[in-house]
């Protein structure tokens, strides 16, 4: 039960934390990248280089070693092209040495705006905990679906998270009822596929649905705000441009998120949280 359970947090954590991540490196991006100098890009390029060609090839091996330890196999033989895999390698480790700058200019520059370094880490928090509460909450309520103590009520935290957020920091009724409804309707269809087929798979298919929902709710949201503004009631306008663009990077996150998860289901079998 332990095990099951760890698993569980663990993998609601791992999509909680994609889900809020496309915002605040977006945010930190543009923030960085208004204070972009040639030391900056020097610098990255440098420790680029020691990830590409010292972390990346070592956590490689690492990988293989314990992989052969498991299965007393060797790899297959099969090598990529050399410079393919640098290239790679440091394509991402540029990347990530970007997204660590952009997320620190992000605080930094919220600090500055606010007076003190720790006022400039109050508004990073709220945006990473504001968009994670809703896919912590959704996914702990998809994976204690089967157990019969847990399900009621994770259902309901799951259900209610949007609220809970919005009170939290403050969303705008029209904020809090628009997310609630998107989300009691992910929340539903991912019971479905737990229910119906608990596997590997979980939140692949999961994935397809968020996406889904997602696609929907925003091409109705377009086409009622033309139809608004065609009519000329423009009190009843669902989005404006910039909070739009908002929840499509909070939904791409949520589907990543459940694409790169590791799922707590290793085959057919839910796992026992009895």
Request: net charge neutral; proline share 4%.
């Amino acid at each position: 039960m332990v095990y099951a359970v760890t698993a569980a947090l663990i993998s609601a954590l791992w999509i909680a934390i994609c889900a809020a991540a496309p915002e605040f490196i977006w945010q930190g991006f543009w923030i960085a990248l208004g204070h972009l100098s040639a030391a900056d890009l020097v610098s990255a390029l440098l420790i680029g280089v020691i990830l590409a060609f010292f972390v990346d090839p070592l956590m490689g091996q690492l990988q293989d070693l314990l992989r052969r330890a498991r299965s007393h196999e060797r790899r297959d033989g099969t090598q990529h092209n050399p410079l393919f895999r640098v290239s790679v390698s440091l394509a991402f480790a540029l990347a990530s040495v970007c997204v660590h700058d952009a997320m620190s200019a992000f605080a930094t520059d919220r600090a500055a705006g606010l007076g003190g370094a720790e006022a400039g880490l109050a508004p990073a928090i709220e945006l990473t905990v504001g968009s994670a509460i809703v896919p912590f909450a959704v996914t702990l309520a998809w994976l204690s679906v089967r157990n019969r103590w847990l399900a009621l009520p994770t259902g309901l935290i799951g259900g209610a998270s949007s609220c809970i957020a919005g009170w939290l920091f403050s969303w705008s009724a029209r904020e809090v009822i628009a997310t609630t409804i998107v989300c009691l309707f992910i929340l539903g269809l991912g019971y479905r596929e737990i229910i119906r087929e608990p596997g590997g798979d979980i939140f692949a298919r999961c994935a397809r649905r968020v996406a889904f929902v997602a696609t929907i709710v925003f091409a109705t949201a377009l086409l009622l705000d033309v139809a608004f503004q065609f009519l000329g009631v423009e009190q009843f306008k669902l989005y404006s441009l910039s909070l739009f663009w908002v929840d499509v990077r909070f939904y791409m996150g949520w589907t990543l998120g459940l694409l790169l998860a590791p799922s707590p289901y290793t085959g057919k079998k839910p796992p026992d949280l009895q």
